[in-house]
């Protein structure tokens, strides 16, 4: 292992220019995990009945901070996705050096080690500049938290490279480096392919199991049980659409297409057609979460209104919603940027192939079109069944609640997501160019 760290270290130094956005994008989402991770201890570390100034009394109660808890250690999830694709992207780019490794004796899973190794460097340096940047604010603002809570400051600073590492060898658990100066995907195995539908199965006994107990009351622990149980449930059955769709979608159209750009795109979906799965997951997941807040949001101001309801200080739920809705946001902006960096993860894997392809005479602008579609295809029928679970979220907590009227503007939601996908597919455009350079014929 010493040597793995110390030749993942000489390979850091010795980066070229051109791979220094993947450090930098790298340590960025490393300090947004660590960020998160911080505040969520600063919070945490507050015990008792206190009296903050800050979101109108919502820190003041421990049952309110465990809620904001929750809800920053959620936004590690589309973090943690982030990070996976960085790592991708990360060895893909650097698989001349990984195949000069592989002649010299280097086995497939200590490149896989070394590549892990390099991410979590670039981590530590991404975790430790939010450490800096987190005591400056609380230098700035006079806060004092207790001892225990900078030992928690510290083990966080030192998890998230320990985290980062795994999530770099899981995201690269199909890559494969030849010595032959060739990157390939392997598929996944077939024994495991059917953990996602025992886990689609699993909680579906769960939420059917839940969802009497959760109509008798809205205020039991049954209630968030339930809404928990079909995210998950509407999230995996999403990222199963995705991949399902682009295998079908991929074969159906390599048949049928009469546009080159469609036929580029669907040899490509068939080709590897869980990449849509892997790239989109955490985007999905957040859709789900985003589609039910904004119906939620929606009855719980019109309760709020009403006469009946008692709020003494009505701000202080305002707050709290506010404070949801940002957490998504958070989260859906996390998920776009990692869908752009997989889409310029995809172009920089199949450089050589789009350099044959335009040399061949294929004009670049049909290129650029079947990245998009490569997108658009797999994503819409998965937002359309994210929109779904969503709207059953929404739905059941206004049947629950007696409210009356049920609102029409989350099913915008998906409709905003997937223009939103696309726009940020349409950012890895500019490489295109460089991918299809005549220099890249001489590695092809």
Not at 79 to 84: E, I, K, R, S, T
Not at 93 to 119: C, D, K
Not at 395 to 422: I, K
Request: charge should be positive.
């Amino acid at each position: 292992m010493k040597a793995d760290i110390r030749i993942a270290w000489l390979l850091a130094r010795g980066s070229g220019h051109r791979e220094w956005w993947r450090f930098s994008l790298t340590a960025l989402g490393a300090a947004l995990a660590t960020g998160f991770a911080l505040a969520a201890v600063t919070v945490a570390a507050v015990s008792g009945q206190v009296s903050i100034p800050y979101a109108h009394g919502l820190l003041n109660r421990p049952g309110e901070r465990t809620g904001v808890v929750g809800a920053l250690v959620l936004l590690l999830i589309p973090v943690l996705a982030f990070l996976g694709q960085c790592a991708r992207v990360g060895a893909v780019r650097r698989h001349r050096r990984t195949a000069g490794m592989r002649l010299a004796g280097a086995s497939p899973a200590q490149v896989r080690r070394i590549a892990a190794v390099e991410s979590a460097l670039a981590c530590l340096l991404g975790s430790v500049a939010a450490f800096a940047a987190f005591a400056a604010l609380l230098a700035t603002t006079g806060h004092a938290p207790p001892p225990l809570a900078w030992a928690g400051f510290a083990a966080v600073v030192l998890a998230v490279p320990v985290v980062a590492a795994p999530v770099s060898v899981l995201a690269l658990r199909h890559a494969v480096a030849s010595p032959l100066d060739q990157m390939r995907r392997t598929g996944p195995d077939r024994r495991r392919r059917a953990v996602p539908g025992l886990l689609l199965a699993a909680v579906l006994l769960v939420t059917g199991a839940l969802l009497p107990v959760a109509a008798a009351d809205v205020h039991s622990m049954a209630f968030p049980l339930l809404v928990v149980a079909l995210v998950l449930l509407t999230g995996v059955g999403a990222v199963w659409v995705a991949g399902a769709s682009a295998a079908y979608l991929g074969r159906r159209l390599t048949r049928r297409a009469r546009r080159a750009e469609v036929l580029i795109a669907a040899g490509r979906l068939a080709q590897d057609p869980w990449a849509a799965a892997r790239t989109h997951a955490a985007l999905l997941l957040v859709t789900v979460v985003g589609v039910g807040f904004v119906g939620v949001r929606a009855v719980l101001r019109e309760e709020l209104g009403e006469d009946e309801y008692l709020v003494q200080d009505p701000a202080f739920y305002h707050a709290g919603i506010d404070l949801a809705g940002a957490a998504v946001l958070i989260g859906l902006a996390i998920s776009l940027c990692g869908l752009a960096v997989g889409a310029a993860e995809s172009l920089a894997t199949r450089r050589g192939g789009l350099a044959v392809q335009v040399a061949a005479g294929v004009p670049r602008a049909v290129l650029a079109r079947a990245a998009l579609l490569e997108t658009a295809l797999p994503l819409a029928p998965a937002l359309l069944l994210a929109g779904l679970g969503g709207t059953a979220v929404y739905v059941t907590y206004a049947t629950v609640a007696d409210a009356g009227s049920l609102p029409l503007a989350p099913l915008l939601v998906p409709v905003v997501v997937y223009a939103a996908c696309l726009s940020a597919a349409a950012l890895s455009l500019p490489l295109l160019r460089r991918a299809t350079h005549p220099q890249e014929l001489r590695f092809t």
